[in-house]
C-alpha cells in the first residue's frame, strides 16, 4: 500500500492511497462469487444505477480489509493534524455500511452526501473500463466518467480520473458525485466499492 501525497482541503480533508492490484483482485473475485446472493442497497442510495449491492458482511473476508483500516487509521491522524479531531478523543473506528456499485454506460451519480452527513465515507476503484473521451481540447467539457468533490464555495470541484486501486476518504458531508460516461467495449461495467465509518465512543 502507498500512501498518496494527495491531501485536498476544500475546507474539508480528502486523502487518496493507493491499494494492490492483487488484494483489489481478491475483492473482485469473492464479489463475483457471492454477488447473485447480495442485497440490493439500492434502496437507501442516491446513485441512478441499476446494482448498488450491499457487502457489509463480507467486508471483513477480503485481503484488502486490513490495508484499508490502516488507511483510516492514517486519514484520522491527518484530522488531528489539522486540529479537526481532538487528540485526547478514544473509541473505534466501525464501519456502518458497505456497498460495491456496478455502473453501466449512462448512468451515474448525481451530487449528494452520505449518512446524513455524519462521520466519514470512502470510495475504492475496483474496475475501471476503457472511457471514450470525446471532449477533445475543450477543457470546460463535461468530465465523462470521473468523481468530483464539491469546493467548499460551491464553485468549483476538484475532477478525478478513476484508476483501478486508488481508495479515496473525505467526510461524509463533504458533497460529491460521479459523472456518467460512454465506452470503448460496449457491456463494460466500472466498478467501486464505498462504506460509510465513524469514531465509535469507548462506552457503546
Known amino acids: ?13 480528502v486523502k487518496a492511497y493507493e491499494l ?6 481478491d475483492l473482485n ?6 454477488k447473485k446472493s447480495l442485497a440490493s442497497h439500492s434502496h437507501i442510495l442516491a446513485g441512478r444505477l441499476k446494482s448498488e449491492l450491499e457487502f457489509t458482511n463480507l467486508f471483513p473476508q477480503t485481503k484488502i480489509y486490513k490495508s484499508i483500516v490502516d488507511c483510516m487509521n492514517d486519514y484520522m ?13 478514544s473509541g473505534k473506528l466501525a464501519i456502518s455500511s458497505c456497498w460495491i456499485n456496478d455502473m453501466k454506460e449512462g448512468e451515474y451519480n448525481p451530487p449528494h452526501t452520505h449518512f446524513n452527513s455524519v ?12 472511457l471514450i473521451n470525446d471532449t477533445g481540447k475543450e477543457p470546460h467539457k463535461f468530465k465523462d466518467g470521473k468523481l468530483s468533490f464539491t469546493c467548499i464555495d460551491g464553485q468549483g470541484c ?16 463533504h458533497q ?3 459523472m456518467p460516461f460512454k465506452v470503448k467495449n460496449k457491456g463494460d461495467t466500472r466498478r ?3 462504506f460509510n465509518f465513524f469514531l465509535k465512543d469507548k462506552t457503546e
Open 1 to 13: 500500500m502507498r500512501f498518496n501525497n494527495y491531501t485536498t482541503i476544500h475546507g474539508r480533508v
Open 158 to 173: 476538484q475532477w478525478i480520473d478513476p484508476a483501478v486501486g486508488n481508495f479515496f476518504i473525505f467526510e461524509a458531508k
Open 192 to 194: 467501486s466499492m464505498s
Open 176 to 178: 460529491h458525485q460521479v
Open 29 to 34: 473475485n469473492i464479489y463475483e462469487q457471492e
Open 20 to 25: 494492490p492490484v492483487d488484494e483489489v483482485d
Open 119 to 130: 462521520g466519514y465515507s470512502t470510495v475504492l476503484f475496483i474496475k475501471v473500463p476503457e
Open 77 to 89: 491522524n491527518s484530522l488531528v493534524e489539522y486540529k479537526l479531531v481532538d487528540p485526547n478523543s
